[in-house]
């Protein structure tokens, strides 16, 4: 293994490449993207040569004859302690299939600097155009990033597999669903994890190919509560007792515990657990999305400059 790293401050703020804002104020934007390339015969030798002759890179190479994992490894340091992944040639039971190539990245911190965008376009330029797309989506991370401190939220348990960390009542990260694969839901603290000066709290889909439907995601979307709070109640707060006040307290943290409670008590409390409402998605955000993920199928600009400002409506002329 050889190993080179690249050292640099970390990025200021929360980075986006690209990104939409929804009716609620919610941000929306691609966060994790795993792209698989269909490489032309004896390509992947080309594309291990042309990365191997990269000299103004810095990267990480290693190899495994893991089963189901790719043969050469690759992992691209870049200032600010940002990476992304590449795999060339395929393990399986007759050999390495050298025509499969894979791509693991987040566009908001790599999507357009000059390093992913040239290791992108050595594997678009080395793939097959007849009996496969050259490129396409296998799972991408959908982010939604909410404005507000992480105790204004509530993932609800549904029938999904259910997991929490929580350290505190704002170091909490919650999940639905199963791990590495589509549908996979998680609401974590994005001010905490990403060290930001104001207060955001993320939720992250993971979700299957390019051609997801909104119903597809509706499918999948959990149900996340705004938490009202104290101030927000006014006099139906000041009207509870100190006992209701406890028993409402709790529910905002864990409300599917509202079918524990008495007919009466949830008749009594139910709406107020939901008073803050739910995070919805915004159709018209998402499908703007898809448009900028449907972009990742063909290849990128290579001369852009390392920020570049537009979607990828105003490179489609390029």
């Not at 390339?37 to 990365?51: H, I, K, N, S, T």
């Not at 393990?91 to 600097?113: D, H, I, M, W, Y």
């Not at 965008?117 to 991408?140: A, C, I, K």
């Not at 864990?254 to 008073?275: F, H, I, M, T």
Request: aromatic share 10%; hydrophobic share 40%; charged share 25%.
């Amino acid at each position: 293994m050889c190993t080179n790293v690249q050292g640099g401050p970390a990025p200021a703020g929360l980075p986006y490449t690209w990104k939409t804002t929804a009716e609620d104020g919610s941000t929306y934007s691609i966060d994790k993207l795993l792209l698989d390339f269909a490489l032309e015969y004896q390509a992947g030798q080309r594309v291990l040569d042309g990365v191997g002759a990269l000299v103004w890179v810095e990267f990480s190479h290693w190899t495994t004859h893991k089963m189901g994992a790719f043969r050469d490894q690759f992992t691209f340091a870049l200032e600010g302690g940002r990476s992304f992944w590449l795999g060339v040639g395929l393990n399986g039971p007759s050999g390495v299939n050298t025509r499969r190539a894979r791509l693991e990245f987040n566009p908001n911190k790599v999507g357009e600097t000059r390093v992913l965008r040239w290791v992108f376009n050595l594997l678009y330029d080395n793939s097959r155009r007849t009996d496969f797309p050259p490129v396409v989506v296998v799972r991408w991370d959908f982010a939604v990033d909410l404005p507000g401190e992480r105790t204004g939220y509530e993932l609800v348990k549904d029938g999904r597999v259910y997991e929490e960390i929580r350290r505190s009542a704002s170091d909490r990260t919650q999940y639905v669903g199963r791990r590495n694969a589509p549908g996979r839901c998680k609401l974590y603290n994005k001010t905490m994890e990403a060290g930001l000066g104001v207060d955001v709290t993320r939720l992250e889909l993971t979700l299957a190919g390019d051609a997801c439907t909104v119903p597809d995601v509706l499918a999948v979307w959990p149900r996340v509560l705004r938490l009202p709070g104290v101030q927000q109640l006014g006099s139906e707060w000041l009207a509870l007792n100190e006992t209701d006040r406890f028993i409402l307290r709790t529910l905002w943290q864990q409300p599917g515990r509202l079918g524990e409670l008495s007919r009466r008590k949830r008749e009594k409390l139910g709406p107020l657990v939901a008073a803050g409402g739910e995070v919805k998605l915004d159709v018209a955000a998402f499908g703007r999305c898809l448009v900028e993920l449907r972009g990742w199928l063909r290849r990128r600009r290579q001369d852009a400059p390392p920020v570049y400002g537009g979607g990828w409506e105003a490179l489609e002329n390029d």
